[in-house]
């Protein structure tokens, strides 16, 4: 009974909510900026989606379709582009938000003060780093639960 | 004051940060490039720590201050502002730690480049290690209470994954459990503490909170959770037996870049008791608290090295309980400060001059015996023997460090224990009774070490060792330059490197309010 | 160069150094006034074991590591059973001194604020 | 009392309860699960420390006017926590695996080979 997943209930239910989530996770990083939430929220809800996957249908469909490698590199990549991100305002200072309120089309809209109905195109470098650290976690958690999954399916076997 | 030493705050943190994310990636090209690149950052980083220093200790005791994302406010502010975002201050106590974590990082990744050649994981290795090296600069270099619990939180899970790293040790894997658990109870503690602070003043910056604080109950419950979590971080008896598990079961580098953390801890520590409370509390009590923690460890660290028979943990309760002689003298300088006499700043020079004393002797003994522990393939004292006559030079570097600790002049060791011995001599006999006592023991217990691993005759088990590489004796032979510079020429060092130091905890805390919210 | 002074003594490593290497200068003098009469590959430069022969150099000759100071670790026997006795190596026994240590700062702390 | 308080009980109560876990069970698990109640008793704490009676969260994207809004600084705060939180559970749930693989145990009072 191990790694061979749950019962039809779940395998179906799972089928039909995962994309869902997945898209909740992408929605919740792409409105980082606006509404509660953000990289990393999104990251783990979109983590959480392929946990979901595990569980319901055990590692072993797992195999030849994630490669860990590059799961890894994906995680770096997006550590990598947030440490970028706050490398461009060095010419002010470190993490300086030079894409805020610049009027450029990425994410250099203004924002009037006070309550406002959500200016999606503001925020400047927050939504982009939003973006980074949301790749990085969705991907870092995903690797870790794999891991621990190897690492505790290797200890039956032995 | 040019662009790099205005950016370099950032840039001490920034670099092996990236240097961190980078390595896996840059891994995949060859080692080859993986090194040159972590070489480099290294390079630069203790390149910058040292303009950083000059910079500092030039301006007389004016912090540097650099902002997160700034360019709305100059600092000093004026007019009852407060400052929002996360400030980086940098005055002569940061900076000189920050001098240490360069050293030890920079060795310590070139000792670790011919080290960690043969074994498997160098990508993550070096990544953790400079993932390490960006939290203790964060430490050191941070002005801000909660950005210093994160770093405290970055340093916290970089080590216990190095001290767990061989997973195929199960003592490695133990002693990387018991240090995760411990670190992460000083780090809730020290996170109630800066809640605590947070609800009473609105403030996480340190130099605004220690402008309003009060010295009220709630605060000093937020004291003691910072002192106790802190103190057991830096690995002071009796909250410190996680220290040799960690300190004998890491890679020997990063044993040292683990002394290193601790001593974050303690400039942590130090920061708190010095500038964010100050006069606010009953700095007698507090100094006497850190007094008695100093003389436990000193005494229990050094005893305890005495019956090891593991190199690695003889070596590590030899540096639990060099902690308490920087305790002892930062305690009894906090223990006179309300009178203010001559020989509390020598109390307190003694103390952080022994940090620096401290970094170069232990890391110095941790490659040697990382080394030793290579060659002979045991860790036990009672199966070694002989080595020193393959060994030659290991074995000169061995001794060296060991007489360097244990305060045998004329090495560093010597000059800074003098201090302290000296001025706590002033303040009570009893107390220069304990700490000369625990360096001839401390100097016993590396007799030990030596003659059963380096003395005696050559033996099957020794015939086939040698020296290490040059790589791995490079950075000793850094290492040991610095001990005899430094034990040769204490009073240059310590009147430029220290005494700036001593005096940003003795009578900086005016100052570093000021650089702040203005005088 | 200037030594350390804490006020109180004074430590200069350059004339500690110049002291040094002047008594061994002395002491190379006085022994180059001893006796002449040394001869090597005689008898006088053995190794005197009580009378006994060298033993050959193999394992069994080698003081190690936990031969050494036993005198000492057995005279504080008192001491080292209760030290080694508090060195568990149980978790919740280092968790336990932690919350102690901090239990009796808290104590101090709002008896002597 | 007041009921604004209780957040305030319920956090040390959760901090008591991690460290009652944590200090007399035998369980690596239930060690790390000690360590978890602290880390949500200290979260809970800072975020009950920014709450302000009949605050909104402290969004301006369709916000209404003239409303109290609660201090967001220790909610991210609270989030940074987590995230670290996130990372120390991973790393003592892996240690712990490993430890079984070796140890055979997860008795927190056979798991001692460093001692002494």
Known sequence: ????????????????????????????????????????????????????????????GLKGHVNLHWLQSIEEVGALSFLALAFLGIGTAFFYNLLANSGGFLFGASVP?????????????VPLMNWAVGLKVMTGISAVVIIMLIGSSKEETE | ??????????????????????????????????????????????????????????????????????????????????????????????????????????????????????????????SLFLMLTAG????????????????????????????????????????????????????LFVLLAIGLLYGQYGHLNIATLANSIQGSLTDMIALGLLLTGLAMKAGAVPMHMWAPDAYGEAPAPMSAVLVANSQASLYGLFRILFTLFGVTISTGTMGWILIVLALLTIFVGVTMALIQSDLKRL????????????????????????????????????????????????????????AVIQAAGTRD???????????????????????????????????????????????????????????????????????????????????????????????????????????????????????PAAKALWDGRDAYINAVLGG | MRGLSSGFGMWNPIAWALLFVGILVVSFIVRSLGNKGYK?????????????????????????????????????????????????????????????VLALVFVILVLVR | MNIGNLPFVVAALLVLFGLYTFLFK??????????????????????????????????????PEAQKMVLPTPQALTLTSIVIGLATTALLLSFAVFIHRHYGTLDVRKVKELKG
């Open chain 1, 1 to 60: 009974m191990k790694n061979e997943g749950m019962t039809v209930i779940v395998r179906t239910v799972t089928r039909f909510v995962y994309g869902m989530i997945i898209l909740f996770g992408f929605y919740v990083i792409m409105h980082g900026h606006l509404t509660p939430g953000g990289g990393f929220q999104g990251g783990a809800v979109v983590a959480s989606a392929f946990a979901l996957l595990l569980v319901a249908f055990g590692s072993s």
């Open chain 1, 113 to 125: 003060a006070g309550p406002n109905a959500g200016v999606f195109a503001a925020g400047g470098l």
């Open chain 2, 1 to 126: 004051m040019t662009a790099l030493t205005t950016h370099a705050p950032i840039l001490l943190i920034a670099l092996p940060l990236l240097g961190a994310f980078a390595t896996p990636l840059v891994g995949k090209l060859g080692r080859g490039v993986r090194n040159t690149l972590i070489g480099l950052i290294v390079l630069a980083v203790a390149g910058l720590a040292a303009l950083l220093a000059v910079d500092v200790f030039a301006a007389s005791g004016v912090p540097t201050i650099y902002e997160l994302g700034g360019g709305t406010f100059t600092f000093p502010l004026s007019g009852g502002q407060v400052p929002i975002r996360i400030l980086f201050e940098v005055d002569g106590m940061s900076a000189f730690m920050g001098l240490i974590a360069a050293l030890i990082a920079l060795t310590g990744a070139f000792f670790s480049f011919s080290y960690w050649k043969e074994r498997s994981g160098g990508n993550l290795y070096f």
């Open chain 2, 136 to 187: 203790i600069f964060g430490m050191v270099l941070t002005g801000d209470m909660f950005n210093f619990f994160v770093f405290l939180e970055i340093t916290s899970i970089a080590a216990a994954s190095l001290v767990g790293f061989r997973i195929w040790r199960k003592q490695s894997q133990e002693a990387g459990f018991k240090v995760m658990a411990m670190y992460t109870l000083s780090g």
């Open chain 2, 315 to 370: 070596v590590a309760f030899g540096a639990v309980s060099q902690i308490g002689y920087m305790l002892l003298g930062v305690g009894v300088g906090l223990a006179v400060m309300a009178a203010r006499p001559e020989y509390g700043l020598v109390a307190m020079q003694g103390g952080i001059f022994h940090m620096l004393n401290d970094a170069a002797c232990v890391g110095l003994l941790f490659f040697a015996s990382g």
């Open chain 2, 381 to 499: 004292l009672n199966q070694m023997g002989g080595l020193g006559h393959q060994m030659k030079w290991t074995s000169i570097f061995f001794a060296i460090g060991a007489v360097a600790l244990a305060g045998v002049p004329p090495f560093n060791g010597f000059a800074s224990k003098f201090l302290i011995y000296e001025a706590s001599f002033k303040l009570s006999p009893f107390l220069a009774v304990i700490a000369v006592l625990s360096s001839i023991m401390l100097l016993a217990v590396f007799v030990k070490a030596f003659q059963a691993a380096f003395l005696g005759p050559r033996s099957n088990a020794s015939a086939h060792v040698s020296d290490p590489s040059p790589g791995m004796m490079l950075p000793m032979v850094a290492l040991v330059l610095v001990i005899i510079v430094f034990g040769l020429f204490p009073g240059f060092f310590v009147d430029h490197i220290v005494t």
């Open chain 3, 40 to 100: 090597r590959g005689t008898g006088q430069t053995k190794v005197f074991l009580s009378g006994n022969d060298e033993p050959e150099a193999s394992n069994g000759l080698h003081v190690r590591g936990d031969h050494l100071y036993w005198g000492m670790v057995d005279g504080l026997s008192a001491y080292y059973r209760r030290v080694r006795a508090w060195h568990t190596g149980i978790l919740s026994d280092y968790a336990a001194w932690f919350v102690g």
């Open chain 4, 26 to 63: 035998r369980n690596l698990i239930k060690l790390v699960i000690g360590i978890t109640l602290i880390e949500t008793g200290v979260n809970l704490f800072l975020v009950t420390l920014g709450y302000r009676t009949n605050g909104i969260s402290p969004i301006y994207t369709f916000a």
